[in-house]
C-alpha cells in the first residue's frame, strides 16, 4: 500500500521485556515521527528523524526508549525493560519535507505491558 | 514551553447542529496549523492546514477553521454537522524553534447524535 505502515498492530508483552516497534513510511517521505498517545491524550511527541539522523530527540522520556533509521526509511522504536507506564498506542508518520508539511500517519502500535 | 490547548474534551451535538471546537496555543514565532481527524477505528488524517494569507480556511467535509493571531487561537467549525462526523479532533501546531516541532492539543472527542 501506499500508507505508512506500523507492525506489529498489538503487542503485549510483561514487564521488564524488550520490545521493538517498526515504521515503514511513504516512499519518497524524509521526515519521520514517533508520537505516543495515551487513552484521553492526543499525540506525545517522542522523537524526528530527517533522513537517517535523529533531528530531535528531546521527547524520548528516558534512556529505555531509542530509535534508529539506518537507511533513512524504516525506522524502529525500542522500548527496553519495558513497564506498565509505557503501555500507550505508538503512533509513526511521515513527511515529504522537513518543513511545515502535513503529516501522514500510520494505523499504530498498541502497547500492552502487563 | 511550547503547548496547544484544547479545552473541550468532549461535545455531544445533535445532527445539523452548528459545531465550534476551541483551539489555542502558546508560541509567539511564525506558526503553521492544523485540523487533523480520527474516525473510529481509522489513524489520524488531516482536515484543514493554515501556512499563510486568509485567515479563514476552508477543508474538507465542508469544515472550516479561522485563525486569530492576536487570540493565539485556530478555532474549527462546521454549520451543520452530521452523524458521520463522529470523531475526535485534533488541534496540531507546527514551529520552528532550532527544529521544527509539531505539537498536538489533546484532542475534542465529538459525538454526533442521529
Known amino acids: 500500500g501506499a500508507g505508512v505502515s506500523q507492525t506489529p498492530s498489538n503487542k503485549v508483552t510483561e514487564k521488564g521485556k524488550y520490545v521493538e516497534l517498526r515504521c515503514d513510511p511513504i516512499?519518497?517521505?524524509?521526515?519521520l515521527y514517533w508520537y505516543r498517545q495515551s487513552l484521553g491524550q492526543g499525540p506525545e511527541f517522542l522523537i524526528y528523524?530527517?533522513?537517517?539522523?535523529?533531528?530531535?530527540d528531546s521527547g524520548l522520556p528516558n534512556d529505555r526508549f531509542f530509535a534508529v533509521r539506518p537507511e533513512g526509511s524504516v525506522s524502529t522504536l525500542k522500548i527496553q525493560r519495558t513497564e506498565r507506564g509505557d503501555s500507550a498506542v505508538y503512533l509513526c508518520?511521515?513527511?515529504?519535507?522537513?518543513?511545515?508539511?502535513?503529516?501522514?500517519f500510520g494505523e499504530g502500535s498498541r502497547l500492552t505491558v502487563l | 514551553a511550547q503547548s496547544v490547548s484544547q479545552h473541550n474534551h468532549h461535545v455531544i451535538l445533535s445532527e445539523a447542529a452548528s459545531l465550534e471546537l476551541g483551539c489555542n496555543y502558546s508560541?509567539?514565532?511564525?506558526?503553521?496549523l492544523f485540523w487533523y481527524v480520527q474516525y473510529p477505528g481509522q489513524h489520524l488524517q488531516l482536515l484543514l492546514k493554515?501556512?499563510?494569507?486568509?485567515?479563514l480556511v476552508k477543508g474538507i467535509k465542508g469544515f472550516e477553521a479561522e485563525f486569530i493571531k492576536s487570540k493565539f487561537s485556530f478555532n474549527l467549525r462546521k454549520p451543520s454537522v452530521q452523524w458521520s462526523d463522529t470523531a475526535e479532533y485534533f488541534c496540531?501546531?507546527?514551529?520552528?524553534?532550532?527544529?521544527?516541532?509539531?505539537?498536538f492539543g489533546t484532542g475534542t472527542r465529538l459525538k454526533v447524535l442521529a
Open positions: 508518520a511521515s513527511s515529504y519535507d522537513r518543513g511545515p508539511g502535513e503529516l501522514f
Open positions: 516512499s519518497g517521505h524524509t521526515a
Open positions: 528523524f530527517q533522513g537517517t539522523g535523529a533531528a530531535d
Open positions: 508560541y509567539g514565532g511564525t506558526v503553521n
Open positions: 493554515y501556512f499563510s494569507g486568509d485567515p
Open positions: 496540531a501546531v507546527n514551529l520552528y524553534s532550532g527544529t521544527y516541532k509539531y505539537i
